[in-house]
């Protein structure tokens, strides 16, 4: 349940850590002296053996993405964090960038020594104008300090953080969509292969990983990667937060040890369950773009191949949860929506599929549905949708929309011949 | 070689090769839209070209997914048609489905790659996404973002290919739509392009909105004789009018890549300006009237057969070579013993050592690691080569750029503006790029080398010493390589003898001597001559002064071999027959022949260059079969000159940068669909020159060399260098090309601020 | 906006990024400061002191929510409306906000004070329902009444002395 050693170091050490100098006094710092002991190759090992899994949805183990980064190829080698965090339900790196930036750029830093690279780039996403300037704040007082700049991994060993600020487009999370938009370009996703690992930004070798990612390098470095992979399980190791949104009475951020806690614990016991009388009707555990689950999956423990075992991915951590006043179809509706607004427009089935399903969907919750042919015509557009298409959005698209239908038919089928009234929201405040 | 099996069949492709080229060698088709690898590497973007990959997950784009080694691809089972099908019902979920009024409609790829890997019907009833009414992109190309699919292509030429960054995406998602900055006009030298590009109707010409449909056309493959670049075109003909020209939709690779520009597309127009000529004219002591072309030839073989007739035949440009070798049969038969032939053009004394270099085509620029281009401007003289040239940039070669006029190449690739007359100055730059290069491609301007014979010799020696560096002369006139390999020389001799009085007969072919070079004195010359035959197809400015007229038709019109810069020996088609009157210039030559009681055996031009490749050496081996769908290269003929004295220009003050832009050419001028974008005649000056003679952009000034003078618009442009005046020659109406020397070699002039009553007239 | 000033705002990062095109959307940002979206001449600067085309750099800017090619008002209110919102009511509150400012949906109001927008999730879905004025502080959970005293009081502060978006 609770962490008691949390990855975090502001959730261990009164919240609040903005300043150099209480980072350093919360611990800050000892992960990188840790780190620059060692050789760039056995820290790289250190990320392997920790088994710290990607934490910006799709869980890719991060040192291995790391050894794929060829050396010697006469390139800078660049790091890319994405601070991105668009994706609906999500909200964890937020929490990092504004209560606990040093911890980031910490663990960028000690990257940065493991692939040998001397600029790293952090691309946050456009609305998150407050926290950019968090950041910023916090890069300038590090680069003051000496913790960035010409001698940061030693005398004479530079690396530095560049903040680089989007302007607000979802599929810029997408890492190549990133590296587009960060070179200047429409954030359009590229053709792979090759992968940013080989030909990244500018063509060179890149890592890119989350914040959260990044951020728990740190205490792996500090403590150990055997302290860290002592928690959760074997294959989902570590701690992760998890936002929890939508009808639950305390929203927010949780971190967890993966394999640990339950749905229903992070539901319930961590964030507060759900209104008087109310029951979980529908979950998206990991954001908006894995398959929705229903009541029935309360009980299992959250980590990657447990969720993947009951049809859902752990994806990001967003954790969306919709009680049973809530109309599965109306959500679906709006989910469609935000994937047709953030369709890219590259790929014709993405391009043109998100705004069918939107406006089927759309019909349909307005009562002008056409019942069970409806129901026939979305089933026959999710696989002109998704493995069709160049990145994953368009499957992000169509997996909560897909998984609705198959988990909730007659609601659907119901909902195409009748509509869908607007439910009440739930208005109540959040506790806490 | 890489081995594979593709529906069941072992295919054999290089590796590296895409699965959709793989598979079209095999005779399979997979349906694209975006796949275009004349605009760079694969986008993969349009999704129509998913097959299955066995052993790969999902569905792979057969445009991006090289062949390797046992790969089993399904391009037609299950899957693989449900993607297609999937695809294209998409594509169509926004697409107006207008194709009944549609320019597209019955010569479009989307619909018929809908026919064919369809779904058949459409099932959507969503309302679909509306753009406001089609636009004109510019006054040539129109836009309907409503028939958009986002393939990439128009987008891509414009910023990748012609690299004009102009042509963009604009917002996103169902949203993303065609633009310019703001709604600016599309403007460039090659915007046309994108419109063959467009898979469906989106990008249309607006010259020929509404005017055919696919099935009341006949489309001819042709060649664009607009400059010497030889771009293979197709012409669309109805009701014997040109309607349309494009690119070849089966290019020549190693010409123009199935790209054109803009005035090669649209000069068709001037097929019907008001200045064609649409029937014969006599003029004799009855008057001057109109006649059948039966009687003209007749009268002109009545002139000719004079037993004391001193005769001229001129020839100008363009000029087939069958025109040309039976302009030289002719010549043999008439009056007063044989006729003098020449041709408008630059002698090119001088040009030799260049002339000798290895040669070569167009393609092997793909090639070249050092591309140099000396002298001249191909952006505006042979315009498709820039095309060529900014590829090579981007693939990585060493480009450079040596010459006294600023280019639209300067901007992109290394530029060295030298001194003008001084291309010597660039030497020891040329040698530094040639150095230790493998397959340099040198391209040199044939005016601006035959001006200065020393640096001519001095870089000739320069890429000789260089291994495996070849050349590509840039000529000035687009008959020039054929009608030089006939052996026709230029016209100095035949201008002194007529000036002398010795000339008593005129024939002029496609030419218009009073216009060109030396302009004034021909003028002169031509009043002592006693009979004037002009065949022309539009007027000229000796057709008022000409005995009898024979209209011609035009290059579009009629059929003859044409070489190009490379010596890429190319048929004309005939697209149409606009004038009924009209005949080509072999058709009179031949029927000229045979009043004179000695006819050629040659009845058409099929024959006539048969005849002439038995003849000429540099054709030897070539008939119209062996030059086929993309031509065959002539061996150019041998060319001696030792002398390569410098040569020192006439008259005095700013020496003169001529400059040709085929936007400026008669066609261009002729042809109302090109008013926006046609380059005027003016002078252009350095703002030091400009403060020096105290005027500015917009002033008139008065131009005088030592051949004539003329008052002209001028621009002042920061670009230009100090110490010459640059001559842009656009409209002939004003003739701006007779302030040249005949042999276009260097010459001074004079500038000064025009008088008050030279700007009003 | 001129384009000296654009191109002093951009001097200090150019080492930072190995290809110039990097700068674009960093000056299309700034560039919107000054007025709060991009009109035509902001962008021909960006062209300018960037080197790119302007029709690039539309086109780079066209693809972003945030960058405005229309003009806007003073303040953008921008309410989100993804599904964790939703299910707390941000429908009522932009119903809520539309009403109270004289709006049909969204739009700009007369006075060319506020303009009211939806806009996909903030990344504040703890704060659910929730609206960013500007690029500012995502602020929720929110009432109506809470909403009205937002713009009541965004109606007397003063405009910011640069936008950011
Ligand atoms: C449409 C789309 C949006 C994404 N958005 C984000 C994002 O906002 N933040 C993020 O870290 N990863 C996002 N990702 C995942 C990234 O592509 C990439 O996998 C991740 O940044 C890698 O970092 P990690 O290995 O540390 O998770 C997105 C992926 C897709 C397909
Ligand atoms: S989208 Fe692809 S997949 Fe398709 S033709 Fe275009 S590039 Fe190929
Ligand atoms: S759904 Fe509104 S902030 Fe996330």
């Known amino acids: 349940m609770p962490v008691l050693n949390s990855v975090f170091r502001h959730r261990e050490f009164g919240d609040h850590l903005t300043s150099l100098v209480e980072y350093e006094r919360a611990g800050g710092y000892l992960g990188l002296q840790g780190t620059l002991a060692m050789s760039p190759d056995d820290a790289l090992y250190a990320f392997h053996r920790s088994g710290l899994r990607g934490r910006g949805g799709a869980g890719f183990p991060m040192g291995r993405k790391a050894s794929f980064l060829p050396k010697d190829t006469g390139k800078p080698t660049y790091i890319v964090c994405n601070a991105d965090e668009s994706e609906p339900g999500t909200f964890k790196d937020r929490e990092i960038i504004e209560h606990n930036p040093f911890q980031l750029i910490e663990g960028m830093t000690i990257a940065g020594y493991a692939v040998g690279c001397e600029r790293a780039y952090i691309y946050i996403r456009g609305e998150y104008g407050v926290q950019g300037e968090v950041l910023a704040a916090a890069i300038t007082e590090a680069r003051e300090a000496g913790r960035l700049g010409p001698d940061a991994l030693g005398p004479g060993r530079p690396f530095d953080i560049t903040l680089y600020r989007g302007a607000g487009a979802y599929i810029c999370g997408e890492e190549t969509a990133l590296l587009e938009s960060l070179e200047g370009k429409r954030g359009q996703p590229r053709l792979k292969p090759p992968f940013p690992a080989v030909a990244g930004l500018y063509g060179c070798p890149t890592l890119i990983n989350n914040v959260e990612t990044l951020a728990a390098l740190p205490p792996i470095m500090h403590r150990g990667p055997d302290w860290y992979a002592a928690m959760g399980n074997e294959k989902s190791p570590g701690t992760k937060l998890f936002s929890v949104s939508g009808h639950v009475l305390k929203p927010g951020n949780f971190e967890i040890v993966l394999g640990e806690t339950t749905l229903r614990e992070l539901i319930y016991d961590l964030a507060g369950g759900l209104r008087e009388g109310r029951e979980v009707k529908a979950v998206w555990p990991g954001g908006s773009s894995v398959p929705v689950i229903g009541r029935e999956s309360l009980d299992v423990p959250l980590d990657y191949e447990t969720l993947n075992g009951v049809g859902t991915f752990l994806g990001s951590g967003g954790c969306i949860v919709m009680d049973d006043s809530g109309c599965i179809v109306r959500a679906s509706w709006r989910l469609a929506q935000f994937y047709r607004h953030e369709s890219c427009g590259k790929c014709t089935p993405c391009r043109e599929g998100t705004g069918w399903l939107a406006k089927i969907l759309g019909r349909m919750v307005h009562g002008e549905g056409r019942g069970e042919e409806d129901i026939r015509m979305l089933e026959s557009l999710f696989g002109r949708i998704s493995g069709r298409t160049l990145c994953p959005l368009a499957d992000g698209a169509v997996m909560p929309v897909q998984s609705a239908l198959n988990l909730f038919r007659d609601e659907f089928v119901r909902v195409a011949s009748e509509g869908s009234p607007r439910p009440e929201p739930m208005m109540e405040t959040p506790v806490g | ?761 | 906006m001129t384009t000296h000033e654009l191109e002093e705002f951009l001097a200090p990062m150019r080492h930072e990024y190995a290809d110039p095109r990097s700068l674009i959307l960093p000056a299309l940002r700034y560039a919107q400061g000054d007025a709060g979206w991009l009109d035509p001449q902001a962008m021909a600067a960006v062209a300018e002191a960037t080197g790119f085309s302007q029709a690039y750099v539309e086109s780079v800017a066209s693809f972003y929510d945030r960058l405005y090619l229309e003009p806007v008002g003073r303040r953008v209110i921008n309410v989100c409306v993804t599904l964790s919102c939703m299910l707390r009511g941000s429908d009522e509150i932009f119903e809520h906000l539309a009403d109270y400012l004289g709006l049909d949906g969204e739009g700009t109001t007369d006075d060319g004070m506020f303009s009211l927008h939806k806009v996909q999730c903030i990344g504040a879905c703890d704060r659910a329902p929730c609206l960013q004025i500007d690029a500012g502080q995502q602020i929720g959970p929110l009432e109506p009444a809470d909403a009205t005293c937002l713009v009541d009081d965004l109606r007397e502060a003063a405009a910011p002395a640069r936008y950011d978006r």
């Open chain 2, 1 to 761: 070689m890489v081995t594979l099996t593709i529906n069941g069949r072992s295919v054999d492709a290089p590796k590296g090769t895409m699965l959709v080229d793989a598979a079209k060698a095999a005779g399979i088709e997979i349906p694209i839209f975006c796949y275009e690898p004349r605009l760079g590497p694969p986008v993969g973007a349009c999704r129509m070209c998913l097959v299955e990959v066995e052993g790969m997950r999902g569905l792979q784009t057969a445009c991006s997914t090289p062949v390797a080694p046992d790969m089993v691809v399904n391009t037609d089972n299950e899957v693989a048609k449900d993607a297609q099908d999937g695809v294209l019902e998409l594509l169509l979920a926004n697409h107006p489905l207008d194709c009944p009024v549609c320019d597209k409609g019955g010569e479009c790829p989307l619909q018929d790659r809908t026919f064919r890997f369809g779904p058949g019907e459409t099932r959507t009833l969503e309302p679909k996404v509306h753009f406001p009414k089609p636009l004109e992109l510019s006054p040539l190309v129109a836009l309907d973002r409503e028939r958009c699919i986002a393939c990439y292509r128009c987008v891509r030429f414009s910023q990748d290919v012609a690299e004009d960054a102009q042509l963009t995406f604009q917002e996103r998602g169902d949203h993303t739509e065609i633009a310019t900055f703001s709604g600016d006009p599309y403007e460039g030298r090659f915007t046309g392009n994108t419109i063959d590009l467009c898979p469906v109707g989106a990008l249309t010409s607006s010259p020929y909105r509404f005017v055919s449909r696919p099935w009341d056309i006949k489309n001819t493959p042709s060649v664009c004789a607009g400059c010497s670049m030889g771009c293979n075109v197709e012409i669309t003909e109805r009701d014997n009018e040109v309607k349309r020209v494009t690119g070849r939709p089966d290019p020549n690779m190693a010409v123009e890549e199935g790209w054109i520009c803009d005035r090669g597309r649209w000069g068709y127009p001037a097929l019907r300006s008001a200045d064609r000529i649409d029937s014969p004219v006599l003029v004799d002591s009855v008057g001057r009237r109109k006649v059948l072309l039966e009687r003209a030839v007749a009268e002109a073989a009545g002139v000719l057969v004079n037993r004391d007739a001193r005769v001229g035949i001129l020839l100008g440009d363009p000029i087939t070579v069958e025109t040309g070798f039976l302009a030289l049969e002719l010549a043999q038969r008439v009056g007063a013993g044989p006729a003098m032939v020449a041709r408008m053009g630059i002698p090119g004394t001088g040009l030799g050592p260049m002339r000798s270099l290895p040669g070569a085509q167009m393609d092997d620029i793909d090639q070249a690691d050092v591309v140099l281009v000396i002298g001249g401007d191909p952006c505006t003289q042979q315009p498709v080569a820039e095309l060529r040239v900014r590829k090579a940039r981007r693939r990585g070669a060493r480009v450079a750029v040596f010459g006294p006029r600023p280019s639209a190449l300067d901007d992109s690739c290394e530029a060295m503006r030298t001194v003008p007359g001084h291309l010597m100055d660039a030497a020891g730059a040329i040698r530094d790029r040639l150095d230790g290069s493998q397959r340099a491609v040198v391209l040199w301007d044939e005016a601006d080398l035959a001006a200065e014979p020393d640096a001519a010799a001095l870089i000739a020696g320069l890429v000789q010493a260089t291994p495996g560096a070849r050349a590509i002369e840039m000529c000035a006139d687009t008959s020039g390589p054929g009608l030089r390999a006939l052996g026709i020389g230029t016209d100095a001799d035949l201008l002194a003898a007529t000036e002398a009085g010795e000339i008593d007969v005129i024939v002029t072919i496609a030419a218009d001597p009073i216009t060109g070079p030396s302009g004034d004195r021909w003028a002169q010359a031509l009043v002592g001559v006693g009979t004037i035959v002009e065949m022309a197809s539009h007027a000229t400015a000796i057709t008022g002064h000409a005995d009898l007229v024979l209209p011609l038709l035009t290059p579009l019109e009629e059929e003859g071999v044409l070489v190009s810069m490379t010596g890429r020996a190319q048929r004309l088609r005939p697209g149409a027959r606009e004038v009924p009157g009209a005949a080509a210039a072999w058709e009179i030559l031949i029927g000229l022949t045979h009043r004179l009681g000695t006819p050629v055996p040659d009845r058409t031009p099929a024959q006539a260059f048969s005849r002439l490749a038995r003849e000429h050496a540099p054709f030897a081996g070539l008939d119209y079969e062996v030059l086929g769908r993309d031509g065959a290269v002539i061996t150019p003929p041998a060319q001696h000159d030792p002398d390569s004295a410098r040569r020192d220009p006439q008259g005095e003050g700013l020496l003169v940068i001529a400059c040709t832009p085929v936007f400026g050419d008669a066609t261009a001028h002729r042809s109302d669909a090109l008013a926006s974008v046609v380059e005027p005649t003016r002078v252009g000056l350095s703002p030091a020159e400009a403060d020096r003679l105290g005027v500015r952009t917009e002033a008139r000034v008065r131009v005088a060399t030592p051949h004539g003078e003329a008052v002209l618009p001028l621009e002042v442009d920061a670009r230009l260098h100090e110490g010459a005046v640059y001559l842009f020659v656009g409209d002939p109406a004003q003739r701006a090309m007779r302030l040249l020397p005949l042999d276009r070699g260097p010459v001074r002039a004079v500038v000064g601020v025009a008088a008050r009553e030279e700007v009003s007239a």
